[in-house]
């Protein structure tokens, strides 16, 4: 046919060169429909051939999607067998966390899936993109709230505070063995008229720094240590970290809440100050929680070191518990710990989680 429009039966008639039955109208009809590519619709039973250069544009699009089935499918078939494509490979947290299911990549995941009867986590773990389930979820968890990484920027180093106060403490703290971003510590010292003198102290990387310098940027963008079994994302580098952190046997930057407390243990006068704070002991559960713990508390305590503090601070907050309306209230609560040895190798990788009662 030539480049004018044409009428179907017109068409029909010439294909068969006689008048064409109804049915062979139809047939005729149904197969221009059937071939846009080739004839364009231009009204009510009227068609044209396609211009030669969209033509060879729509071909071209046909062709390109016949590559992209081949190559969904040679995806498909490699991630089936439990080997990774590299064009996979490339997007691997998008295709695990912010899946774009119009990539042929994320086609071809989807459709492995389905046939492999696998999550997608699953199915990537059987082709060696992920090492362990921990892997999955710590990557998804940096992937929502570090898209930028865990690293920090360059800026400058944190200077400790000169002039402070010294403290007339003896400062101890209580934290899990692992800790070594030891923030927080207690002291407690006898009164002349009765009573203690019982203080919080809380590390204070912050006098390290102005307002407005880097490391006061990553710390209001961070916020926060972030802490989980067996590693942490802290919230400034380690240099300030170790700096500042209350180790034993330092004396370190803090701000201190002091609380005067009769013998009776009413809190009659309260404080706070920035200052130094000698840290004298570094208390870990593990070795507090044999002689210290809900049994001993109630069935008589054991000799050890660090019972007058310990015993204080305990009858204390019971005190101000039942105050608040709380008595009791945490009698039946199980607190656990939990510790990872990634020395040890397990079906799903790395690392093996140890859960202990406290």
């Known amino acids: 046919c030539g480049d004018d429009e044409f009428a179907f039966a017109d068409f029909?008639?010439?294909?068969?060169?006689?008048?064409?039955?109804?049915?062979?109208s139809a047939a005729i009809l149904l197969r221009l429909h059937s071939a846009p590519i080739w004839f364009h619709r231009k009204g009510k039973?009227?068609?044209?051939?396609?211009?030669?250069?969209?033509?060879?544009?729509?071909?071209?699009?046909?062709?390109?999607?016949?590559?992209?089935a081949a190559a969904i499918e040679h995806m498909r078939a490699e991630l089936v067998v439990g080997r990774l494509p590299p064009e996979l490979a490339a997007l691997l947290p998008q295709a695990l966390y912010r899946p774009d299911r119009n990539r042929p990549e994320i086609k071809a995941l989807e459709a492995a899936c389905v046939d492999s009867g696998l999550s997608a986590a699953r199915l990537l773990l059987k082709c060696g993109a992920l090492a362990s389930s921990y892997e999955f979820h710590y990557n998804r968890f940096l992937f929502e709230h570090f898209p930028e990484g865990t690293a920090f920027p360059a800026c400058e180093p944190a200077s400790l505070p000169v002039g402070l106060p010294r403290a007339d403490v003896a400062a101890f703290s209580i934290d899990d063995a692992s800790t070594t971003e030891i923030d927080d510590a207690f002291s407690i010292t006898p009164r002349p008229e009765g009573g203690w003198r019982i203080g919080i102290h809380i590390a204070a990387p912050a006098l390290g720094f102005t307002r407005g310098a880097g490391l006061d940027a990553i710390a209001r963008r961070r916020l926060s240590t972030v802490y989980m079994p067996g590693n942490k994302i802290t919230m400034l580098p380690d240099e300030v970290v170790q700096a500042f952190t209350l180790a034993e046997g330092?004396?370190?930057?803090?701000?201190?809440?002091?609380?005067?407390v009769t013998p009776g243990l009413a809190i009659v006068g309260e404080e706070s100050r920035v200052e130094i704070v000698p840290i004298v002991a570094n208390l870990r559960h593990h070795d507090i929680e044999p002689v210290f713990n809900d049994e001993t508390v109630h069935g008589g305590l054991p000799d050890f070191p660090w019972k007058l503090e310990l015993s204080l601070l305990w009858d204390l907050a019971t005190v101000l518990e039942a105050g608040r309306g709380k008595a009791g209230g945490n009698e039946d609560r199980i607190d656990f710990g939990f510790s990872v040895d990634w020395n040890v190798t397990t079906a799903d990788g790395p690392g093996h989680v140890s859960i202990s009662r406290r």
């Open 12 to 24: 029909a008639a010439e294909y068969q060169g006689h008048p064409p039955t109804a049915v062979e």
């Open 45 to 68: 039973g009227r068609f044209r051939k396609a211009p030669a250069d969209i033509l060879q544009a729509a071909l071209a699009g046909l062709e390109k999607k016949r590559q992209q």
């Open 250 to 260: 330092r004396e370190c930057p803090a701000v201190s809440l002091y609380l005067d």
